[in-house]
């Protein structure tokens, strides 16, 4: 992910349009989003603390690391949470020719579909960098494109503290928060993200939040929406 963008007000209008940012809704619900597992020191552990706050989520798995811990894909699946496609070595879709940009797609989402039987629906383009070009591939391949709205930078190990701050200040009804699970070194360790979690799922609980995968929150919105009308 490129935070500069989503820190731009202009930036964020731009990306609105080609992406799905937040979902819009008057109710306290949000959507937490962790990108580049399954990672086998981090992931079981982050499944453990969602699942004992009977929490749900999305995570957009890396097609190549789905190969090499399709258990974890699998224990992702099984206790709930919705999967993503992230691409298959994560590499910037940008800078690689249409038929790589299609096979990253289309490779991931068979090693998704292979383990859990479920293909993905959604996409969020390693380091978010994208172009119309890009956007376009998307499409065809009926992968809908997420960002987010709020991005704490957890990949950058600031400390517990400035993730669970940054988050906080930053949530609003609909939203769709930025995490990470995985990284680009192998081992990579998330402890932070997962203290930053496990400390602002109690306060946003205690605020009245629920937490919701991004088919959940859509859905929501949506039955929220037409109740109303
Ligand atoms: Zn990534």
């Known amino acids: 992910m490129s935070p500069s963008l989503i820190d731009w007000e202009a930036g964020r209008a731009f990306l609105g349009r080609s992406f799905l940012m937040s979902v819009e809704t008057a109710e306290k619900r949000i959507a937490l989003t962790f990108d580049d597992g399954p990672d086998p020191g981090n992931t079981p552990k982050l499944l453990d603390l969602l699942a004992s706050k009977e929490i749900v989520a999305t995570f957009f798995l890396v097609g190549k690391k789905v190969r090499r811990h399709g258990d974890l894909a699998v224990g992702i699946h099984r206790a709930g949470h919705h999967i993503g496609n992230h691409g298959y070595h994560h590499f910037p879709f940008t800078v690689l020719p249409n038929r790589l940009v299609v096979?990253?797609?289309?490779?991931?989402?068979?090693a998704i579909a292979g383990a859990t039987g479920v293909a993905p629906r959604f996409v969020r383009p390693p380091m978010?960098?994208?172009?119309?070009?890009?956007l376009e591939l998307f499409r065809l391949a009926r992968l809908r494109p997420v960002l987010g709205n709020v991005y704490?930078?957890?990949?950058?190990r600031p400390g517990a503290d400035v993730i669970a701050r940054r988050i906080l200040r930053n949530v609003t009804p609909g939203s769709i928060v930025i995490l990470h699970d995985g990284g680009w070194r192998p081992r990579i360790d998330r402890s932070q993200t997962l203290e930053a979690v496990d400390r602002v799922t109690d306060v946003l609980g205690a605020d009245g939040y629920r937490f919701d995968?991004?088919?959940g929150l859509i859905e929501a919105a949506r039955s929220a929406k037409s109740a109303k009308e």
Request: hydrophobic letters at 25%; a positive charge; zero cysteines.
């Open 103 to 110: 096979s990253e797609l289309r490779r991931t989402s068979d």
């Open 128 to 134: 978010g960098w994208f172009s119309t070009r890009v």
């Open 152 to 156: 704490p930078r957890d990949s950058a």
């Open 213 to 215: 995968t991004l088919p």
